[in-house]
């Protein structure tokens, strides 16, 4: 090995190192720009066990969702739907229009439905997204007045649906619910 050589690996490991930095360097900036103003970092995913917790809080707000959302159809009571959703709710709003729509008819909706294949798809200490199936598994429309049953209604193929939770005050809320379809299609979810 002659004396030249050594000058030579020296420029090689520092041009190297060079390149090493400048790579970091930019994508670092990348990250920061991508990331915008005022934005935090990463945020650390929970622990473990705050995870099983977050999960369990889930799975129920899911599991009560559409009990009291079909009671609210079946009272003709929007207002068994406070405390469900997102302030400020399209979706809320588009259920209370729907409920009031029925009941200035004079009818009331009572579902029966089964929903299965629940499945969390994302989780995080603020935001969730569930897979899940569901079906009416029949049902009448009634009387408003005297709940007579107007007219029955048959079981319905079952759906594959996404509903999206956020946490607020402590609790899971409904932010939005669409099809797995309209989802996978670039939804809004």
Same mark, same amino acid.
């Given at each position: ?71 609210? %159809? ?59 199936? %569901? ?55």
């Amino acid at each position: 090995m002659s004396a030249a050589a050594g000058p030579n690996n020296a420029r090689k490991v520092l041009t190297g190192a060079a390149i090493a930095v400048t790579t970091i360097a930019i994508i670092v900036v990348a990250i920061l720009l991508v990331r915008g103003d005022g934005e935090a970092a990463v945020t650390p995913p929970p622990p473990q066990e705050d995870i099983a917790t977050l999960r369990a809080e889930v799975i129920e707000a899911v599991a009560t969702f559409f009990p009291r959302q079909q009671r609210a %159809y079946a009272a003709g009571d929007v207002r068994l739907l406070d405390g469900i959703f997102v302030p400020g709710s399209l979706y809320e709003q588009d259920i209370q229009a729907d409920i009031k729509k029925w009941l200035a008819r004079g009818e009331l909706i009572d579902k029966q439905s089964r929903t299965t294949d629940v499945e969390l798809v994302s989780l995080d200490a603020q935001k969730a997204q569930l897979r899940f199936t %569901y079906a009416i598994v029949g049902g009448a429309t009634r009387d408003a007045k005297t709940r007579k049953v107007k007219a029955r209604y048959p079981r319905t193929k079952e759906i594959v649906w996404r509903i999206f939770l956020v946490r607020a005050d402590g609790k899971w809320l409904v932010d939005g619910l669409e099809t797995e379809e309209s989802v996978l299609k670039g939804g809004t979810g």
